[in-house]
């Protein structure tokens, strides 16, 4: 579509359609989002009213649901009081039955609204989890908490709207999708492709050619991409989800600089005819390409901000950050996983957010409750709500959601930093049961100690004791050691690629962040059959160490100079 | 009418328990925030109401609230698969959801019949049902072979099938490939394990004796309002003449002939599924239109 629509493209009448659609929507999109921050704040400094209307909709929204009629749950309608004493506290795995029914009916088992799509994330036992991505969540939860996240990054930023390169989302992604349940489409949430409808996603940059599902879907190429189109732009924002993208970013730019160069020098995208050339854009990256240690905004001078996740073990990774994004500004990610939204950012505090308790009926149990082992037993397990955590402790978060998962036992621990207009802010924390998680690929010991069996057995190993560690390198990885008759570093090898692709299967997001070059493969070290038996017993007789007990996963590698060398 | 200068609506989607003589069967009901009219929809042979995911939604979008009964044996109610029963029961519980249907809704807003493929033939034998005293305002046949077995089969062989009770089961022949061109569509017809793909023997003599309740002159219990029949330009499975002839017949030769441009059988799953709904939307919508006030 050539010809201009409205006056704001009149006078751009050499923009392209991703630009015109960047121009109509730029507008709307900053009053959406301030609309939905301020509905947040509004709600911040009134939670007891936020959280009785959220129960209040997911008991409309869920009490005339087959599976709440079939379990007679919906007598909570007539006494919305009653709702944690009839409904159960449940894990994802609990829900299996009727996710699985609502797979055929697309609707109308767990909750009164059509679900639209399946939601894509790892699951425990190795079978990719189904959350029911629903159109009353898509428009009363989810959207609104993209939008109000936006609002804060605009308010402080407003910059970030100056112009159609102006930001590069990396936070969501338009990749066609192939994988269905039963004609659904089963994806990853990150990505928001097919629109579902006009109150979608639909950020100013929808169109853009670095965002739309004609980028490639590698990692790799997605990414050479965007820095493609952006690269001699005046790029004020970077926006990620994890930590881990910001660095990949700089390391993918230093890998691929000549083409880059080449690219921008001769008008191509990977020798293909794109745009004019930039001549100016190819002699200021060459020069930046000259020092080893270049950063981003040695790149890209007009960075002003950045956000991603930055607590919790993400935290690890801010001097890397640091270094390669000197002296911008950085926001926060909202806390979030498939299965909900948590916090949202109002301001520019790192360590901490506000419960967002628009977004779903929280609650809370001690950390040092064994909630598990409760829920094993079908004990009945007490919970505490958003006016009842002190500051300073660390909680288990249950919380119901608007697509029918309700009372759901997150597996997240969260702490409480202070309590901010009787809304407290909180931070994540870890995942119970989880053994570690660079970038969020969240590794279960179970999941480990699943790969390493089946690694094993794949060789006629059995398996024996081992130790499992966490390696931080400029990529970081997982270390094993395990026993075998014959060590040899041929063994090391084959072990290490069998268990790496074991674990692939095993968890998918580990599998993501090793075909996106964010995780080094898995490192096997085998050692002769009582090594690490004779290590365990070394360290025990080291005077202080009577408590020390073998644990098969540690918190750094250390053990593994000690039991290769020993 | 349809409100046009609006966002997408925050739609439901129920199932209800709905008794229908000795059983209870599953309405699926898609229901927009005001109901303005009502679609009812006879699935197929072989579909059930977990076929319409993607239509449902569009039809409550667009103010209509669109409801599937399952039939015994299909989808998510009880029976046993492959199996219709005999054909008052059949109609029987066509008639009391449609019953359900109209009390939910009220008396005054528009009521379309949608039967697809083998449902347009439950549906017009449910129109010459006694039992069937629901007001509705118009109804569609879509690629619907009415009289099919009476088209196909002469009488000898009509006869072997109304007289055969056995429990064998008669493969139905259905291909994927010519409900659809779409690989997802495709690819859900093939997987879909509460699809019915076989039919016991006895089946077919129920189907048979409901063909011959609409096809022997007995008149509909009621005048038709109106109705359309609708299908591609041409139809895989169905002779479109031989089915629009019956048509005619069942309407009084008042019936509109529509066709949109596909050459496959389920509609819904190929290019013009959303000018279907938006048609059938406001077919259904026209007639609440009171042109006599």
Same mark, same amino acid.
């Given at each position: ?5 409205? !006056? ?43 959280? %009785? ?170 990414? &050479? ?135 779903? &009926? ?9 909630? %598990? ?21 660390? &909680? ?9 998962? &309700? ?16 809304? !407290? ?59 075998? !008759? ?81 | ?157 009509? =006869? ?66 109106? =109705? ?66």
């Amino acid at each position: 579509m050539d010809t201009p629509q409205t !006056p704001q493209t009149l006078q751009l009448p050499q923009t392209s359609q991703w630009q015109q659609h960047w121009q109509a929507r730029r507008d709307p999109f900053v009053e959406e989002c301030f609309q939905a921050r301020e509905s947040l704040l509004a709600d911040l400094k009134d939670p007891a009213t936020a959280q %009785d209307r959220v129960l209040d909709d997911l008991i409309d929204i869920g009490a005339a649901s087959l599976h709440w009629k079939e379990k007679g749950y919906d007598v909570i309608a007539a006494d919305p009081g009653t709702f944690r004493s009839v409904l159960p506290v449940m894990r994802y795995n609990d829900f299996a039955e009727e996710i699985d029914r609502e797979t055929r009916t697309k609707g109308g088992v767990l909750s009164c609204s059509p679900v639209l799509r399946w939601l894509k994330t790892s699951g425990t036992t190795g079978t990719p989890k189904r959350v029911p991505y629903t159109l009353h969540w898509l428009l009363t939860y989810r959207i609104p908490a993209m939008k109000a996240m936006w609002g804060t990054c605009l308010e402080h930023h407003p910059e970030i709207l100056a112009h159609p390169w102006a930001t590069l989302d990396t936070q969501t992604v338009r990749e066609d999708v192939y994988d269905f349940v039963h004609g659904v489409e089963h994806q990853a949430i990150s990505n928001r492709h097919p629109q579902l409808n006009s109150r979608d996603w639909n950020p100013p940059w929808y169109e853009s050619p670095w965002f739309g599902p004609d980028a490639p879907t590698s990692h790799a190429g997605r990414m &050479y991409h965007r820095v493609r189109n952006l690269v001699g732009k005046d790029l004020h924002y970077i926006s990620a989800i994890n930590p881990s993208t910001l660095v990949s970013l700089r390391d993918l730019i230093a890998e691929h600089g000549a083409e880059l160069v080449r690219d921008l020098r001769e008008g191509t995208l990977r020798g293909k005819p794109w745009t004019d050339p930039d001549e100016k854009a190819a002699v200021h990256l060459e020069r930046v390409l000259a020092e080893d240690d270049f950063s981003l905004v040695d790149v890209w001078p007009s960075l002003t901000l950045y956000s991603c996740w930055l607590s919790a073990s993400a935290e690890l990774y801010r001097p890397r950050l640091d270094a390669v994004l000197p002296g911008v500004a950085k926001l926060p990610f909202m806390s979030c996983g498939t299965e909900g939204v948590t916090t949202i950012p109002v301001d520019d505090t790192l360590e901490s957010q506000p419960l967002a308790v628009s977004q779903a &009926y929280f609650e809370f149990v001690p950390a040092e409750v064994p909630l %598990d082992a409760l829920l094993d037993a079908g004990e009945k397990v007490d919970t505490l709500l958003y006016d009842e955590v002190e500051a300073g402790r660390d &909680y288990h978060l249950i919380m119901s959601q608007g697509n029918g998962l &309700y009372r759901l036992w997150t597996g997240d621990i969260y702490r409480v930093d202070r309590i901010v207009d009787g809304t !407290p802010w909180v931070h994540f924390t870890h995942r119970d049961g989880v053994f570690h998680s660079f970038t969020g690929e969240k590794i279960t010991e179970g999941q480990v100690t699943q790969a390493i069996r089946q690694g094993l057995a794949a060789g006629g190993l059995e398996t024996g004791l081992y130790m499992c560690g966490p390696r931080w390198d400029e990529l970081p990885s997982y270390t094993v050691v395990v026993e075998v !008759p014959q060590p040899a570093p041929e063994l090391d090898r084959e072990l290490s690629d069998a268990i790496d692709r074991e674990l692939s299967v095993i968890n998918i997001e580990y599998a993501s962040k090793r075909d996106s070059g964010r995780l080094a493969g898995l490192r096997v070290r085998t050692v002769a059959q009582g090594a690490i038996a004779a290590y365990v017993e070394s360290r025990r007789q080291q005077g202080n160490a009577t408590q020390y007990k073998y644990k098969p996963f540690q918190k750094d590698v250390d053990f593994v100079d000690a039991l290769v060398t020993g | 009418m349809i409100e046009t200068i609006r966002p997408p609506q925050n739609i439901r989607r129920e199932i209800i328990d709905l008794p229908c003589g000795d059983e209870r069967l599953a309405l699926h009901v898609w229901r927009p925030e005001r109901i303005k009219g009502a679609v009812f929809y006879f699935h197929g042979l072989q579909s059930h109401a977990g076929w319409l995911w993607e239509v449902g939604p569009r039809f409550a979008d667009n103010d209509i609230a669109f409801f599937v009964l399952d039939r015994r044996g299909s989808g998510i109610s009880p029976g046993l698969r492959g199996e219709i029963p005999d054909a008052d029961t059949v109609l029987g519980d066509y008639a009391g959801a449609a019953a359900f249907v109209r009390e939910m809704i009220g008396d005054t807003v528009p009521l379309s019949l949608f039967g697809h493929c083998l449902g347009g033939s439950l549906m017009a034998a449910l129109m010459c049902h006694e039992g069937f005293t629901t007001s509705y305002d118009a109804a569609v046949f879509c690629s619907s072979w009415l009289g099919r077995m009476h088209a196909t089969l002469d009488p000898a062989t009509r =006869a072997a099938v109304a007289a055969d009770r056995s429990g064998e089961l008669w493969e139905a022949g259905l291909q994927a490939a010519d409900f659809t061109d779409e690989a997802k569509y495709q690819h859900f017809i093939d997987h879909d394990d509460l699809a019915v793909r076989r039919l016991t023997r006895r089946s077919r003599a129920v189907l048979l004796d409901l063909e011959r309740r609409y096809l022997t002159g007995r008149p509909v219990t009621s005048p038709v309002p109106a =109705a359309t029949f609708v299908s591609g330009i041409t139809d895989p499975i169905v002779d479109l003449d031989a089915a629009q002839s019956v048509f005619q017949d069942l309407v009084s030769g008042r019936g509109a002939l529509m066709r949109f441009p596909t050459d496959k059988h389920y509609l819904f799953y190929t290019g013009v599924s959303g000018d279907l709904v938006d048609w059938t939307s406001t077919y259904t919508l026209l007639q609440g239109v009171n042109r006599g006030a």
